[in-house]
């Protein structure tokens, strides 16, 4: 997993997968505005790593 990357809009992982040929991968994103709303999405198959 690479460091978190922080900017003004907010911060930002992304993280890579070894020997995950074939398989599925998920995304999560999570996000919270200054007002402290939050709202996290799960995207379950979002494609197949080559």
């Not at 709303?37 to 979002?46: C, F, I, K, M, Y």
């Amino acid at each position: 997993m690479r460091p978190a990357t922080r900017t003004a809009l907010g911060t930002a992982t992304a993280g890579r997968q070894r020997r995950a040929a074939g398989k599925p991968v998920a995304l999560k994103t999570e996000l919270t505005d200054a007002n402290g709303n939050s709202v996290t999405q799960l995207v379950a198959g979002a494609y197949a790593v080559r």
